[in-house]
């Protein structure tokens, strides 16, 4: 007897600084994944901040939204 697990990638292109934007995105994909019957979602990383932090990092705007 052999389990398998389904993954699915999440290949979406989130915009840089906007994790409320983002994280509705990843949602729909989870969402989306698991009506496929995946049991794990993969999305990229950093995908939630947008990738390239800079100096995002430094905001406290960002640093917030990132502890949220």
């Known amino acids: 007897m052999t ?3 389904r993954i699915a990638l999440a290949q979406l292109n989130p915009v840089v600084g906007d994790i409320a934007g983002n994280v509705e995105k990843a949602v ?3 969402r989306e994944a698991a009506l496929a019957g995946a049991d794990l979602i993969i999305f990229s990383e950093l995908f939630l901040s947008g990738y390239p932090p800079e100096d995002l990092v430094l905001k406290p705007a960002f640093q917030r939204a990132a502890m949220a």
């Open 3 to 5: 389990d398998k697990l």
């Open 28 to 30: 729909a994909a989870r």
